[in-house]
Every structure is written in C-alpha cells, then in structure tokens.
Nanobody, 119 residues
C-alpha cells in the first residue's frame, strides 16, 4: 500500500503565504516526478508545479514567481511554498507522485488540502 498525505492548507489573507507538505509512505522502491495540482469549484484540476527526481522544476504561469516547489528524497516528501497569495489561488490542492514499486509504476494521489485566500 502507498499513501500520500498532504498538510499545510488553511485560510489566509491575500498577500499571505502558505507552505504545503506531502509525504509518501508505504512499500516504495523509488519516486520519479512529484507535483502539486489544484482544483477550484466548477473547474478542472490543473497543474500548479512539478519536480523531477533530479530537481528540475516546472510551474504554471499563474504561480510562476510566487511559488517554489521542492522535495526531500530521503523523506519521500514534496513541498510547495506559496507567497503573495491571491483569492484566485483558492482551491483544493492535491499532491501526486509517480511511484515505483517492486511490481509496478503508477501515479498516486493524495486526498487534498484546502487553501482559501480571502480578499
């Protein structure tokens, strides 16, 4: 079994900051890319940022310059530091990771953590 557990969401005023964390646990051989996605009510889930096992990063234009994704391979963890938050950043944030196990490789998702930015 593999689990991804997110934390760090909450209610923050516009202009504030939050740091999201996600840790993978279970029978894991290795983890390839890890990333953060978000989904606002009535909208499709979209990529916020992702990071390869080697540390290469990719950001959505909407968060570029305001967010930083990082990971700790020893802890099977990925983080998202979000600054200068805007009301339009309000969404459920989901962690995803491509996890290699002994017999398979696939993407696992966390349950999500809510981020609400008030104006």
């Amino acid at each position: 079994q593999v689990q991804l557990v997110e934390s760090g969401g909450g209610l923050v005023q516009a202009g504030g900051s939050l740091r999201l964390s996600c840790t993978a646990s279970g029978s894991i051989f290795s983890i390839n890319a890890m990333g953060w996605y978000r989904q606002a009510p009535g909208k499709q889930r979209e990529l916020v940022a992702d990071i390869t096992s080697g540390g290469s990063t990719n950001y959505a234009d909407s968060v570029k310059g305001r967010s930083t994704i990082s990971r700790d391979n020893a802890k099977n963890a990925v983080y998202l530091q979000m600054n200068s938050l805007k009301p339009e950043d309000t969404a459920g944030y989901y962690c995803a990771a491509e996890i290699v196990r002994r017999m398979d490789k696939r993407v696992y998702w966390g349950q999500g953590t809510q981020v609400t930015v008030s104006s």
